[in-house]
């Protein structure tokens, strides 16, 4: 019974160290670390990664000290939380256009609860966050999610993360992205509104008795869903674009961290 302990013991804090990158990782992953999935099927996806990756991962010794050994094990959360930030960017710069296009359209009051993040998001960013999240599925990209979370321990070993001027250059490049994409998306409907409301202002200035405030709401919502529509194709191309090129960035901060 003593010598089972005595090799239970270092597995069990080799699975620890293990489940609490993948937790960091889960955690800022979108959709799969969302607040609709239940805590329970998040646990269990933890635990089952946890223990495909126990007899792959080699882990170094742990420090018999507690402090550092919640230091080390901090480390390895923030560790999966920076690689998360890498998708989470994304989504981030998804939800910013559809804000920006609510906004532009009349419709920025309009406030709908958002299950994934649990607090008030524009009508529109919604729409373009759940249509960002179906293409997310339908490229196979939570599977990316798991071989992101396997490789990691190959590019940085548990308890070697380190930081550098560079992973910060990177997380800062990662934020401008997400300005980026959300120019991209917004900028067919940001065009087509002032371009309606500098011809309802000149429509205003001819005919005094045109109620121009009036007429504008209507017009500006039914000009912002249908460019909305037929941008649809080069908003898919977009998403898919940027879903695809997630891997490389992320194994980038895995590189930055690992040499850091």
Known sequence: MTTFVHLAIPQFQNLLVIMVRVGGILAATPVLGSRTVPP??????????????LPIVQVPGLPGDPLLMGAGLTAEFLVGLVLG???????????LAGELMGTQMGLGVVQLLDPMSAHQVPLVSNFQTVLASLVFVSLNA????????????DLVAPFGAGLSATLVEDVVRLSQG?????????????????????????LGRTVSQLNVFVLSYPLTIAAG????????????????????RIEETIDGLLRMLGHG
Do not use: C, D, W
């Open 178 to 202: 997400m300005f980026v994409i959300a120019l991209k998306l917004a900028a067919p409907v940001m065009a087509t509104i002032l371009l309606l409301n500098l011809i309802l202002a000149m």
């Open 85 to 95: 930030l890498g998708i989470r960017v994304v989504f981030a710069g998804i939800e």
């Open 142 to 153: 939570h599977f990316m999610v798991v071989r992101t979370v396997a490789s990691s321990f």
């Open 40 to 53: 329970r099927i998040k646990a269990g996806l933890v635990l089952a990664l946890g223990l495909v990756l």
């Open 225 to 244: 869903f249908l460019v909305m529509g037929a941008a649809l194709p080069f908003s898919i191309s977009l998403y898919e674009a940027e879903f695809l």
